[in-house]
Structure formats: C-alpha cells, structure tokens
C-alpha cells in the first residue's frame, strides 16, 4: 500500500497551458515536500509546508498544503517546457525522522 | 555549499557480483540516507543514519545489502551478491534538522545525482 498518491501519473500538456498534480494519503504529515527531478540527476527541493492551509508560491508554481495535512497539490501557471520533470512528493509522518516519497508525476511541456 | 557527492554515477556488473557506492554529505548535515529509486517508482529508504549510527534500516535487504557511516560524514552502501531486481538508481541525501518552538519541524532533504546500477 502506497502512503502517498500522486496524480496523475503522467501529464503531457502543450507550452502556456496551466496545470495541477495531487498528493494525497489518509495518513497526517507534520511537514510535506516538493521535488522536481529531471532524468539522470537527484531530486531537487521545490518546497516544503509544514502548516494546514498554508499556500506558497514559487514564481509560476503555487504548492497548497491541504487543512488536515493529509494532501497537497501543485499549480503551474503558463507551463514551460524547461518545467519539464518527474514531481515527487514527500510527507514527513509526525514524530518520524524520515519521509515518505510519492511514485511521482510525469510532467512534459511541449513546445 | 557543496551538495552531496556520490560516485560512481554509473556502474554496470553482473548477477552475483558485489559493488559499493559511496557518498559525501553536505557538511554538518547529521542525519544521512540512502535510497533506492526503481525506474518509474519514488524513491524507497533504505536506510538512515544520525551521525555514525543507524536510525532505521527496516527497508534494507540485509542478507545482500550493508552500509556504514564509520566516522558520522561519508558513507558507503554495498550489495553483495547483486540480483538482478537491484537493478535501480540508489541515491544518497542528507537533511539538516531544524528546532522550532516546542517542536521539531524536519524539512526538506538534499540528494546527490545518483549512481545508477545495472545487474546483467
């Protein structure tokens, strides 16, 4: 059984569109991350939320943390192409020294 | 800073080999980790280390898989004798841990590239 769901699992989607991915678990986290990572390299940190509700933006990109931190998701305004990317998810259990990754989604941006 | 180094970034070998990766955290970062990412999967813990001790390494395959932190900075993952399921990308991070007010908030890792194993 997977923690944590992301949707979808891929998204192919054409330049300037708009976009959202889901995260979601039944389990409550006291702190969620992003990561985008492209092929060949480690994941890279977008962002982390750690309080209900709280919304962060990050220029195109706003990352929601859902009120009962059990999901979140990412809004890309206008995709590019260099957006392009596997978007990982990680929910740090409360009272756990580790997270748990999501199996990702797919995110390509046509030109 | 430096971010994390590992090495090799590719290693190929046959089923019933052995092989080690090794890796660098980013200095002052305690707590190390070591993942194993399977092609269209996240990445899985394998295990954790706080300084030169483990934390958890519930997920490792302990009758092929071993790991040390001798001196709490670099550490080396080994596999031996490689099936050919470990055939994966194993990736290393480590995580600053930060003190909040009345609590302790654990944020984001930072993960080197990667070493990328092929078991034939």
């Known amino acids: 059984t997977q923690l944590l769901e992301q949707s979808p699992q891929f998204l192919s989607i054409q330049e300037g569109e708009n976009l959202t991915v889901y995260c979601n678990s039944s389990s409550v986290f006291s702190s969620l991350q992003w990561y985008r990572q492209e092929p060949g390299e480690g994941p890279v940190l977008l962002v982390t939320?750690?309080?209900?509700?709280e919304v962060k933006k990050l220029k195109r990109l706003t990352f929601q943390f859902g009120d009962a931190r059990k999901d979140s998701s990412l809004h890309i305004t206008a995709a590019q192409p260099g957006d392009t990317g596997l978007y990982l998810c990680a929910g740090a259990v409360i009272n756990a020294g580790k997270s748990t990754f999501g199996d990702g989604t797919t995110l390509t941006v046509k030109p | 800073e430096a971010g994390v180094a590992q090495s090799p970034r590719y290693k190929i070998i046959e089923k019933r080999q052995s092989v080690a990766f090794w890796c660098n955290p980013i200095s002052g970062h305690a707590t190390l980790y070591w993942y194993q990412q399977i092609l269209g999967q996240g990445p899985k813990l394998l295990i954790q280390?706080?300084?030169?001790?483990?934390?958890?390494d519930s997920q490792l395959p302990k009758d092929r898989f071993s790991a040390e932190r001798l001196k709490g900075v670099d550490s080396t993952l080994k596999i031996q004798p490689a099936k050919l399921e470990d055939s994966a990308v194993y990736l290393c991070?480590?995580?600053?841990?930060?003190?909040?007010?009345?609590?302790?908030?654990?944020?984001?890792?930072?993960f080197g590239s990667g070493t990328r194993l092929t078991v034939v």
């Open positions: 939320v750690v309080t209900g509700g």
């Open positions: 991070a480590s995580r600053s841990l930060r003190s909040g007010t009345g609590s302790t908030r654990t944020y984001g890792y930072t």
């Open positions: 280390f706080q300084n030169n001790g483990v934390v958890d």
